[in-house]
């Protein structure tokens, strides 16, 4: 029996968002081949889409929509579907993002993920070597929790970088001068601040890593610390008020939220 037979829809979204694919083509009449055809895929991919082996793509679901005449039935499944290509373990900081009121994040060698542009996510995740397909997915699974922001009520973002994070090109200029307009771009929203720890700062209180702190509409904030293999998220009162005061003796040395945009502006200048 076909890995796509064993499929239990109700098991998770994914599943479910398969064996519908897969029940609806077949009841229409068209093979994999055709359908990956029209939603410029490799038939192989969609093979593997409708096992629950790799995640849908935004364009496939666009895609089946019009086909099945199912309205927005995929395209409303589909930003469910992605936080799939999250590991099991981020995930529910993911949710607790989509809950948070505020958010603070200190990064030290990349622009935090809720910032990055399409091409320079896409480098940052090829430069672990990743597959094609992973990378696409976690690409467009990045840029959809990005969304947050752009809400009715988006949450205060606060981003300390260290300047090492605007030294850090990837492979092309191009990529990282859009990548720094973007950011500047960002700052001018009044929901976000931009600060920037200059070299000259020398040592400061972020040398433990990076973190993002999130007060949340609800219960208790948290603290998620990034690690090398996975991260962790962190609940306990004493290490809130600890990455709290971190953040505050961050924001203390960081130069101001203007001539952080013009340190930016002039970095992306010299690209």
Known sequence: MAYAEKLDPSSSVLAFYATDLRRRREASGLTQRALAGQALMAPSLLNKIEAGLRLPTKDLSEVADSVFGTADHFQRLWPLVIKYAYPAWFRPYVD??????????????????LLQTEEYARAV???????????????????????????????????????????????GAEVMRAQLESLIT?????????QVVPFSAGLHAGVGGPFSALTLDEGPSIVYVDGFLQGQILA????????????????????????????????????
Request: proline share 8%; aromatic share 2%; glycine share 2%.
């Open 96 to 113: 607790l993002e989509e809950a948070a009121t505020a958010i603070r994040s200190f990064q030290v060698q990349v622009v935090p993920g």
């Open 125 to 171: 995740l090829a430069a672990r070597r990743l597959d094609r397909e992973t990378v696409d997915e976690q690409v467009a699974a990045r840029l959809q929790r990005q969304h947050v922001l752009n809400g009715r009520t988006p949450p205060e973002l606060w981003v300390v970088l260290d300047e090492n994070v605007l030294r850090r090109p990837p492979s």
């Open 236 to 271: 306990d009162p004493a290490q809130v008020k600890a990455a709290a005061r971190a953040y505050d003796l961050l924001t203390a040395v960081a130069l101001p939220p203007d001539a952080s945009i013009d340190l930016i502006a002039a970095v992306a200048k010299e690209l």
């Open 186 to 194: 960002a700052a001018e929203r009044p929901s976000t601040v931009v």
